[in-house]
């Protein structure tokens, strides 16, 4: 299943949430048959390089430069940029999640046209609709002939390679211990290999005696401890009258810009922030900073 999933299809699925929470009157994106653009068109081609590459363009119908949908006495074309370039971010991150393969967008600029055509869209918003095209390039490279087979023998000669090095070790351990015979008075005994003292090294902790040396400090109990984490979005201080007067169709704007992070919260303290993806239809965080460890261990002395 997951190998038909691509860009193309991971970009649908972010543009068709992030469309409706961004644009004014909470329009819809539906699929369609191609239909005229109308004067004037505009709109943005992405660049992708990584497991899949290629090229990302978005035509959008020239009326949408005068609909205002992001806001009034904003540069629509700016902000249709802005926007569009953090869905091809966010349809990345939905393409890592989904299939694993890693791309990034390397250049996003403007266009006035585009040749060919993936996938039509209709912008709804009430009685009125827009025309959206899309063409997509994107896909995972393919590797001709000769360097798939030296891929495949790299792969092979790297699976072999510690294998053979591990019986080679082994052999000479076994070796060395058939050939010593019983220490002489005043001889002491050799050091065994550094591979050996390696091992017993890692397996110290685990055979430590309680509360000896090897002993952590008991955070591991704490480990399995489910703790509620929230994303917050931004914040904004009202009146008390604001907030008694708040009904169905009234619009909150918060003191963050679409393109900032957003902050996982634990404990009332800020532990990462990241972008907001969707996976599977559901929200989720792809983190780009992490508090330092301490910090993160300061959200949860509230909570003990």
């Known amino acids: 299943m997951a190998e038909k999933v691509n860009y193309l299809e991971c970009w649908t699925t972010v543009a068709a949430a992030l469309l409706s929470q961004a644009l004014a009157g909470e329009p819809t994106l539906i699929e369609s048959l191609p239909k005229p653009m109308g004067s004037n068109p505009f709109g943005f081609c992405a660049t992708l390089k990584g497991e899949e590459e290629g090229r990302f363009s978005v035509l959008l119908d020239g009326s949408l430069d005068e609909a205002s949908l992001l806001g009034e006495g904003v540069d629509q074309k700016a902000a ?7 869905i091809a971010d966010a349809a990345a991150g939905e393409l890592l999640a989904k299939t694993g ?3 990034h967008v390397t250049t996003f600029t403007p266009i006035d046209g585009e040749s060919k055509l993936s996938r039509a869209f209709q912008l709804k918003a009430g009685t009125r609709s827009w025309a959206i095209q899309v063409n997509s390039t994107v896909a995972a490279p393919k590797l001709p002939a000769a360097a798939e087979r030296a891929e495949n023998d790299k792969t ?3 699976r072999n390679g510690p294998d053979q090095v591990e019986k080679s070790g082994a052999g000479k351990t076994v070796s060395e211990k058939t050939g010593s015979g019983a220490l002489k008075d005043g001889e002491t005994a050799k050091p065994a290999s550094r591979k050996a003292e390696s091992t017993l090294q890692d397996a110290g902790p685990a055979g430590s005696a309680p509360g000896g040396k090897g002993a952590t400090s008991g955070f591991e109990l704490l480990f ?3 703790l509620e984490a929230s994303l917050r979005f931004g914040a904004r201080e009202m009146p008390l009258g604001e907030i ?3 009904g169905p169709g ?3 704007q918060l003191d963050r810009h679409i393109t900032d992070p957003v902050e996982l919260i634990v404990g009332d303290k800020i532990v990462a922030r990241g972008e907001v993806v969707l996976v599977e239809g559901n929200f989720a965080l792809r983190v ?11 959200s ?3 909570l003990f």
Do not use: F
């Not at 249709?80 to 953090?86: A, D, I, N, V």
């Open 250 to 252: 009234d619009v909150v």
């Open 156 to 158: 092979t000669s790297t």
């Open 288 to 298: 780009t900073e992490v508090a330092a460890p301490q910090n993160r261990l300061e």
């Open 101 to 103: 393969r890693k791309a």
């Open 244 to 246: 008694l007067g708040l």
């Open 300 to 302: 949860i002395r509230c």
């Open 80 to 86: 249709w940029q802005e926007l569009l370039r953090e």
């Open 224 to 226: 399995d401890v489910e």
